[in-house]
């Protein structure tokens, strides 16, 4: 029978620097919280090796005394629970176990002086083995420097990953503390190169954050990112979201803290998604940074040893907040749209130049291949007349009329009004419709172009939801009911939730087991609505989103459905008071620059940038 016993310190201390140290980003992260803890404005990370052969981190804080640098390396030694309690931890530790875990598994030197100090004082830890402290030289702070990590246990490096992928899921710790201290410095130097250089951002905090926010994600983001600032019951939620219309297709852009602490907490990502459910894709996600303040006490810090993730004690209020907050920033943004959406059409516009050719064929140069080689017939020459001719041909024609007469889809009678309506208007001022879908209109400085579909679509989603908050959506009762035959599932999953869909106008209820009777639909949706399509979108919608989402989500998505089925299709012509009236409402109604699966409604180009575009800047 195997007999108990007490395992050598030296073997505890490598089990706890498996749970804390996983990797080289892992010590990176406990040493840079350490330095912030120690009230630091500027903190310089050097990797080599990715981490593994040098991690050094460098503050100025306000450093250790010879005593205290001895006690750091000891086990449960901490200066981070000053009373001892647990549920009151107010800095990014509690770290009682990162530095004698990291010595375990390295040659770990820490050199710190004090303000107070006439030199710096430095300690050596091989392995676990603690030599004494002595002398050193060094300025204000504390300077930790890790060597050969995971020399003593060879078997954690054989899962590394490549020095390069090493370095990046440091660069990334890095970024993510650095987002949420905007006010001090960070540099990450890695074999020669800096691929981190942040500066101190003064200032007010929101600036400063958003400045920092940029600087780390990049300047799209800060274009397009709308401040959150909320506080309810003692916690206060502040950051920065992306528009709806800015997405990515994973959740890796979005960032969340808890007391100036990265986590990754499972009630805060489902907030979010339930905060853009109404704007995004399920297969699509939004970008943000938030910061969660509130008491100590009211948030578990110690739920993982890596302190990623956390526990609320009242789960409601945050998630509450976070939804509540989220959705009133968005619906300040009214109708607009991301910046990178007119930055994406002007990519796809700008012509790729093939290189220079003439227009005279030269056979004489063997160099390279006639662009025709590939065929059996090469192209006859082309002489110098001919060529000017091809250019002349090409040139522009001067105008003989006026230009409104020329515009798509709009009748000559309509000519006068489209160019007396001034473009002063956000949206602008209706010019044309083209293929019967997109509205063209001019603004004061540019252009917009409108999806009318999808424009409406959101109109219509908007105006349901006010409705049913108000008591209910206007109904109107079909002359002859309409029988839908669906699947036998379908049809039970959708004459469950008859009750619902009355809320939302659509009246209807089971006929036999593989058929449903709609008696009324919504007024909004018009006498030409495809009643079957919408009752098997609305089965299909159940049927894929089961019984995991709750019934709001599942309202909200049926909701959707019957905007789509109720909004202007594609392909149907409008004159100018229908195009100018769309172009109004938009600006009037929140979330406008998105439908409701997160596509923009609109594209907006500036006149410099239809300048570019015909290189006339």
């Keep these: 029978m195997p007999i108990i016993r007490r395992l050598p310190d030296n073997l505890v201390n490598q089990i706890a620097a498996g749970e804390v140290v996983e990797r080289p980003a892992a010590a990176v992260k406990e040493l840079v919280e350490n330095a912030l803890d120690a009230g630091a404005r500027r903190i310089d990370i050097t990797l080599r090796d990715g981490g593994k052969a040098l991690l050094s981190v460098a503050d100025d804080g306000c450093g250790m005394d010879p005593e205290q640098l001895a006690l750091s390396v000891e086990r449960h030694a901490t200066s981070k629970l000053p009373d001892g309690d ?80 090493e370095s990046q899921h440091a660069i990334d710790v890095v970024e993510r503390l650095a987002m949420a201290h905007p006010h001090v410095a960070f540099t990450v130097t890695d074999e020669g190169r800096t691929p981190v250089r942040l500066t101190s951002n003064s200032g007010e905090e929101e600036a400063a954050r958003l400045s920092r926010l940029g600087a780390v994600l990049g300047r799209e983001f800060q274009e397009n990112a709308i401040p959150v ?21 994973t959740a890796a852009g979005q960032y969340l803290f808890v007391n100036g602490r ?15 459910a109404d704007f995004l894709a399920r297969d699509r996600h939004p970008v943000l940074a938030l910061f969660l303040s509130l008491n100590p006490h009211d948030v578990d810090v110690n739920v993982h040893p890596a302190k990623t993730e956390v526990r609320f004690r009242d789960q409601a209020l945050i998630r509450g907040l976070i939804v509540g907050a989220l959705k009133h920033a968005l619906a300040a943004a009214g109708h607009r749209a991301s910046t990178t959406v007119a930055a994406d059409t002007l990519a796809s516009l700008t012509p790729r130049v093939a290189p220079q050719t003439s227009l005279l064929w030269e056979p ?27 250019w002349q041909f090409q040139a522009p024609q001067p105008m003989t009329a006026p230009a409104q007469s020329f515009a798509p889809a ?36 540019g252009i917009v172009i409108v999806d009318q579909h999808a424009a409406h679509e959101r109109l219509v989603y908007e105006r349901m ?51 449903i009777v709609v008696r009324e639909v919504p007024a909004m949706l018009g006498a030409r609505a495809d009643v079957r399509g919408l009752i098997r979108d609305i089965a299909d919608e159940l049927a894929e989103m089961g019984d995991a989402h709750a019934l709001r989500e599942k309202l909200d998505a049926i909701c959707s459905r ?22 109004r409402q938009m ?25 570019r575009l015909f290189g006339r800047r």
């Design 229 to 249: 600032n909320a506080e309810r019951a003692g916690v206060r939620l502040v950051g920065h979201i992306g528009l709806p219309t800015y997405n990515k297709p």
């Design 562 to 583: 019957m905007a789509c089925h109720g909004s202007v299709r594609a392909g149907r012509p409008m004159n100018v008071d229908e195009m100018n009236a769309l172009l």
């Design 410 to 445: 709009a009748r000559a009678e309509e000519a006068d009004a489209i160019a007396a309506t001034p473009p002063s208007f956000p949206l602008g001022a209706a010019r044309a419709q083209l293929h019967a879908t997109y509205i063209v209109a001019q603004t004061e400085n």
């Design 465 to 515: 939801k006010k409705e049913m908050l108000g008591g209910g959506v206007k109904r109107q009762g079909l002359l002859i009911p309409e029988v839908v035959e669906l699947d036998p599932a379908d049809a039970e999953r959708v004459g469950e939730r008859a009750d619902e869909l009355a809320e939302m106008g659509l009246v209807l209820e089971s006929f036999g087991s593989g058929a």
């Design 587 to 611: 600006e009037a109604t929140p979330h406008s620059g998105q439908c409701n699966h997160g596509r923009p409604t609109y594209v907006e180009l500036k006149l410099g940038d239809i300048e």
């Design 86 to 165: 647990l549920t009151d931890i107010r800095t990014l530790g509690f770290r009682g176990e990162a530095l004698p875990s990291i010595g375990a598994v390295s040659r770990l030197t820490i050199t710190s002086r004090t303000e107070s100090a006439d030199h710096a004082s430095a300690i050596l830890v091989e392995g676990g083995s603690v030599h004494p402290v002595g002398p050193a030289p060094g300025g204000l702070g504390t300077r930790v420097e890790v060597r050969d990590l995971f020399f003593a246990t060879p078997a954690r490096l054989k899962f590394l990953k490549t020095s390069r992928t």
């Design 364 to 390: 004489q140069r063997p160099a390279a291949p006639p662009p025709y080689a590939h065929t059996h017939h090469a192209p006859p020459p082309v002489n110098r007349e001919m060529a000017e001719a091809a």
């Design 262 to 276: 990265p986590v990754k907490d499972r009630l805060m990502v489902g907030a979010v998604r339930g905060a853009y």
